[in-house]
């Protein structure tokens, strides 16, 4: 379940992620949303980044 917050209409809540980027009750893009990694599809730019991340040398320092 990921949890949410919409700065547009206030409601705050969980519901099942689908991969929609907006506000389930309002739809507004303003929101917030927190959740799990296993609710990402495999192919989530998010996914992809933090799997760069921990490939890369951890000597290297980073910007």
């Avoid at 739809?27 to 998010?46: K, R």
Wanted: charged letters at 30%; glycine letters at 4%; proline letters at 6%.
């Amino acid at each position: 379940m990921a949890r949410f917050r919409c700065r547009a209409c206030a409601e705050e809540g969980s519901f099942v992620y689908d991969g929609r980027h907006a506000c389930p009750r309002c739809g507004s893009v303003d929101v917030q949303f927190a959740l799990s990694v296993e609710e990402l599809a495999d192919d989530d730019p998010l996914i992809a980044a933090m799997t760069a991340l921990a490939e890369s040398d951890p000597t290297e320092p980073t910007d």
